[in-house]
T-cell receptor
Framework: EAQVTQNPRYLITVTGKKLTVTCSQN?????MSWYRQDPGLGLRQIYY???????DKGDVPEGYKVSRKEKRNFPLILESPSPNQTSLYFC???????????FGPGTRLTVT | KQEVTQIPAALSVPEGENLVLNCSFT??????LQWFRQDPGKGLTSLLL?????REQTSGRLNASLDKSSGRSTLYIAASQPGDSATYLC?????????FGTGTRLLVSP
């Protein structure tokens, strides 16, 4: 089954404790991206990747890092999480940015 | 900067009614427009994608139109059902990203 998977689905952590949210797709897509969803603000892009070893900032990259060492994986790293990063995070993939995007199930992160 | 607006923010209708959801965007330089459905606690499901050169797309009871020059798209849902209850999001594709509206929360009552 073609899908985008994210882990964990739910995470509660404390300020400053490094964490990684994994994202994996099995559709051989070149393009992957991360979004956060906040009430009243909608989904906003954090980072995107056009291919292996090619990443770039989206609209709200502060406090986040990403890497793309393999085509199927695109982890999101929060090296020192803060409460304002409490949000619902989505990973997406597609053949390219201008093609249909497939989204993962989301990761709900709470930083206390 | 691209801005996407969806009106109304919430909509409640009885089962069987036909309805229209609206999406407007400020910059007509888009590659395509996608409509998504989001259920509570779940991810986004792509419903329809309209390329910038197209005027409309249909899938079952759903029909989406695109008027790029006026910066508008509509999602028409025919004969609504309780299972259509969800939040509907539109997103326009610009350079390397989707720009989303904040969604319309739809409730269809039996």
């Amino acid at each position: 089954e073609a899908q985008v998977t994210q882990n964990p689905r739910y995470l509660i952590t404390v300020t400053g404790k490094k964490l990684t949210v994994t994202c994996s797709q099995n559709m051989n897509h070149e393009y992957m991206s991360w979004y956060r969803q906040d009430p009243g603000l909608g989904l906003r892009q954090i980072y995107y990747s056009m291919n292996v070893e090619a990443t770039d900032k989206g609209d709200v990259p502060e406090g986040y890092k990403v890497s793309r060492k393999e085509k199927r994986n695109f982890p999101l790293i929060l090296e020192s999480p803060s409460p304002n990063q409490t949000s619902l995070y989505f990973c997406a993939s597609g053949t390219g940015a201008s093609y249909e995007q497939y989204f993962g199930p989301g990761t709900r992160l709470t930083v206390t | 900067k691209q801005e996407v607006t969806q009106i109304p923010a919430a909509l409640s209708v009885p089962e069987g009614e036909n309805l229209v959801l609206n999406c407007s965007f400020t910059d007509s330089a888009i590659y395509n427009l996608q409509w998504f459905r989001q259920d509570p606690g779940k991810g986004l499901t792509s419903l329809l994608l309209i390329q910038s050169s197209q005027r409309e797309q249909t899938s079952g009871r759903l029909n989406a139109s695109l008027d790029k020059s006026s910066g508008r798209s509509t999602l028409y849902i025919a004969a609504s059902q309780p299972g259509d209850s969800a939040t509907y999001l539109c997103a326009v594709t610009g350079f390397q990203k989707l720009v989303f509206g904040t969604g319309t929360r739809l409730l269809v009552s039996p």
